[in-house]
């Protein structure tokens, strides 16, 4: 192949994939919505096939009926869940987002607290820098001060009516609750129904639909589409088990830690539930991690004076960072992962693209097509593994002539 067919080559895959990208973005932005039901439907329907064979194996059951019974159980189960913790979760995050308020109006305590620190600090330096410093940050915290009167009566209201939209008090006043929802149902109600309906027929007719959409690609290329689906769903199947792990393994560490501290009679918060679950899930999040919520409250409880609040937050902190380490290469198959600033591009692409859901999207796309990339299932670019297994394999041809 020549230069000039290698380029045009480039070309022409440069522009499918440009196209696919444009193509990708509008059906995200137009059909999305449109189609939710239906592509949750499919994911239900993924999900279901094990128990779906299973049944009609074990049993005389037809897979029609096993599909039918395998989607209203995983509905019952769902439905228990949110029964049975739904309810207390939206209380623990409204007495939460409560505590947050309070101390939103604790802040000229704070300013204070962080200028005193400040000058303390500065008063020890030499006089000719303390004199000219002083003044420039007293200046500042002035600034600060008239800021955060004219908006601190603003920021509590607006949590205060966010921790309302928590109250469950309509359960005991039903006629409120069908008023204020009651435009809502169709909607709402046929998205439930189609989801339902469609799972089911999805569900039986699982390998059907996989061999249509099969039966549509090149003969050339079926095989790498059969190993493509079996490579994205073993590889990203475990990532998902070995972060859920994770998540559980942060939760767990956060909420024991916390635990701790409030029998030592540092920690006097209640929610340590909910703020363990909130520190599990940003620790997940690419770029993110613990840090992003345990070291600004550790600082701040240093700032206020509650030394040891701040160490044990710092020693949290330490103890995450370090099982992490030790744990998530064990768990998570290192070709899979980014470089940082990679993930932090993706993120910042995907929530200017796609919006909030992008933040978390994009990255996994990008993961998904450097598994395939690695694997020369598609040719987007040229991976260092790939080349040097080009290049051994034109040595070994050159030995052997």
Known sequence: MTDVEKKRKWIINVAFYAMLLVLGYFLYKYAFGLCFPILFAFVIA??????????????????????????????????????????????????????????????????????????????RLPDFISENVTDSIASLFTQLREYVAGTNTQLPEQITGLSNSFNISWITTPITGVISTASRIPSLLISIVVTIVCACFMTADYDKITNFVYCQFPKDKRKDVTRAKQLLKLNLGKMAKAYALIMLVTFTEVFIGLTVLQLLGIFQSSYIAVIAVVTAIVDVIPVLGTGTIVLPWAAYSLIVGDYGMAIGLIVIYVTVTVIRQIVEPKLVAGQLGLPPFVTLIAMYLGLKIFGVLGVFVLPIVIIMLKLLNDEGIINLWKSPSRVRAEEQAESDAQQKE
């Open 46 to 123: 993924v999900m279901l096939q094990r128990p779906k064979n299973f049944i009609t194996k074990k049993t005389i059951i037809k897979k029609g009926l096993a599909s039918t019974i395998c989607v209203f159980g995983l509905l019952l189960i769902t439905c228990a869940i949110v029964v049975l913790i739904g309810v207390r979760a939206a209380e623990e995050i409204k007495g939460f987002i409560s505590y947050v308020t309070l101390q939103f109006q604790n802040i000229d305590s704070i300013i204070n607290t962080v200028e005193t620190a400040i000058l303390s600090f500065v008063g």
